[in-house]
């Protein structure tokens, strides 16, 4: 190949790589090996090369598909890139599919798009409300949490006891009082030791905790716990592996990217960027029908304990609400309520919100007052009592 | 079997798929003539029932190799993935050199921890497979997304060099690499390390001219109107809002039920009696069952009174 196809290539890929997708310096090489096999007779084919050896997740698609056409129509006349697409900028630059555009664009021509998006800012920002409601809870949430704070936080998560704390795996790990015996151990071990008796090397199943999903309620009636909520969620996904998040309100984000950063305020930063439904009203059917329809699969393949964390008052009125419920404790290995609104010991379940959701949890967890931390972890440690005395658990 | 060569262009490797009746676009089989050009693992995601396993069975019977599966579940270790010693064995032999006589410990340790007392599990055998001749195999790692991180950890050592390593032994490289194909239904994330050292693709539904394509071949004694039909209505119902909807698994399965009930033409009756073999979830059944069926059937219909061709 050419030197300058091949450099062209690589040049393609790290245009990528400045428009977000994780393109790495050995994936940008293989492109070019890629290109030698098939040769670039075909657009199609050309395309398709490219796109096996430099993508790795369907959703990373659109981004490609704009980058390349971009990229290698313009290519040719690359010394007039920057009027081009400027024009282009020009004619479709309010609408909504434009974005990723305009990072494909900038990832080309960092220097002629940044001075454009200036203006654009605003733009993005159209419903008042939000944007207000946004800054309302940035300004309640973001004051800083303090070392003190922070390390009492992880502590605290760190005792928490969940109903169900560790399962067996199928894999094995040493063990002196293990009842597997390790043939394998057992076998170099008496080589070794060049006796004539076998001791037994002994196994035992090794333990795992099971994943955790948490599905936390931010609307309006729940605002008050969000800060609380929110540090509790950081300090979960740090302190084991497998935690999925998501907030709802009048509709689901999954935040545990988000969640995963370190620093808890940079983290809660970027989370309350993401979420566009602070303190609105409740779609609880809804959100969980969009969780059930595109991540139960994904996130609960693996027998999660799934975390349920509302006050149950949906603003639908429970409309299609059993049926995501039900789905919801189908597909899970154990549904855990948590209900912070509940004052008194004598609850009847009035909402139809509640009535609908409380037949297919395994664990209701109502509590009375939850102002702190500690009194979360301290709901979620209770011993389990298995299911609500007042409601049948499964109509039919 | 004589290994056939791999194929030396995209088009070559769009017929050679074909000959194993598998039908499928130029984006596929740019992803596989690559992955066997470059011996880089090809990396499948998608639906369930879109073809992902059949590819792996298809290029090992039509390049003439021998397929060795990996089923992936939560906690599959080193003993029933790479390899395991014939421990039985062994005892026997550690017996059988002391009853001879034989005291040196450490010749006896030698020959018991040597090949003829290795069991081999499928990642051994596509490294190091036997009998030799036998060409390297098509190693197919399915639904990947079921296996726990750790063992991708160890994949990823494996896919990286085509080597293992036995501690007694040694490292074990492949003469030849395999061709490698690896498939996940995406109930979790596969981590980027492992995908970036494969070619990715993304198995979708396919259109409608490949669907009668495919089911001409796969479910030949139904009728072609019957095929057409079933294809329309497929489609239709892949864009409605269903937990699950149907992959070509299902509809060549469904065509096939419908040819066994000696059907020549949808009907509203046997569409309703037969929807399990489309749909597996009760609320999706119970959806579309009844008017929406009907409808469904009627659009169907008209798609393929539309274009006679």
Known sequence: ?396 | MVPASIPDSVDSTLALLAGGDYVTGRNLATAVFLSLRMHRPLFLEGEAGVGKTEIAKVLAATLGRPLVRLQCYEGLDVASAVYEWNYARQMIEIRLAEAAGEKDRAAIARDVFSWDFVIRRPLLQAIRPEPESAGAPVLLIDELDRADEPFEAFLLEVLSDYQITIPEIGPIKAAEPPAVVITSNRTREIHDALKRRCLYHWVDYPDAVTELEILRRKAPNATEALSRQVVAFVQRLRGMDLFKSPGIAETIDWCTALTELDRTELDLATVDATLGALLKYQDDIAAVRGEQAQALIAEAKATVDADPA
């Open chain 1, 1 to 396: 190949m050419s030197g300058r196809l091949a450099a062209n290539v690589i040049h393609f890929a790290r245009v990528l790589r400045a428009a977000g997708l994780p393109v790495g310096t050995g994936q940008a090489l293989d492109a070019v090996r890629a290109v030698e096999q098939v040769g670039i007779e075909g657009r199609d084919d050309f395309y398709w090369t490219l796109h096996a050896v430099l993508v790795t997740r369907a959703d990373q698609r659109a981004l490609f598909d704009e980058a390349f056409a971009l990229f290698w129509q313009t290519r040719r006349l690359i010394s007039q890139l920057a009027q081009t697409h400027r024009g282009e900028e020009a004619e479709d630059g309010h609408d909504e599919g434009s974005r990723t555009s305009r990072r494909v664009a900038e990832a080309l021509m960092p220097e002629t798009v940044a001075e454009r998006r200036e203006d654009k800012v605003e733009v993005e920002r159209d419903a008042a409300l939000t944007w207000s409601e946004r800054e309302r809870l940035q300004a309640m949430d973001f004051e800083e949490m303090s070392a003190e704070e922070l390390r009492r936080a992880r502590d605290l998560v760190a005792r928490m006891r969940l109903p169900i704390m560790v399962l067996p795996t199928r894999r094995l790990e040493p063990s002196t009082l293990g009842r597997a015996v390790d043939m394998r151990a057992t076998l170099r071990a008496s080589m070794r030791a060049g006796g004539d008796v076998i001791r037994l090397r002994r196994a035992r199943r090794k333990r795992r905790r099971p994943p955790i999903v948490v599905l936390c309620d931010i609307s309006g009636s729940m605002s008050r716990y969000s800060r609380m909520m929110l540090h509790f969620l950081h300090a979960v996904t740090g302190d084991r592996d497998r935690v999925h998040s998501f907030l709802f309100g009048t509709r689901l984000t999954n935040v545990t990217r988000h969640l995963r950063h370190r620093d808890v305020d940079h983290a809660l930063a970027r989370v309350a960027e993401s979420v566009e439904d602070w303190s609105g009203g409740t779609r609880i059917g809804a959100c969980l029908h969009d969780f059930n329809r595109h991540w139960s699969r994904r996130v609960l393949g693996q027998g999660a304990l799934v975390l349920l964390i509302t006050d149950g008052l949906d603003r639908e009125a429970g409309d299609g609400l059993a049926a995501e419920m039900r789905r919801l404790h189908d597909s899970c290995r154990r549904l855990v309520w948590l209900n912070p609104l509940l004052r008194f010991e004598g609850f009847q379940p009035k909402s139809l919100g509640v009535r609908a959701m409380l037949p297919y949890v395994d664990d209701f967890r109502p509590v009375h007052s939850l102002d702190s931390l500690q009194a979360l972890v301290d709901v979620l440690s209770r011993p389990a009592h298995h299911r609500p005395t007042f409601a049948p658990r499964r109509a039919a």
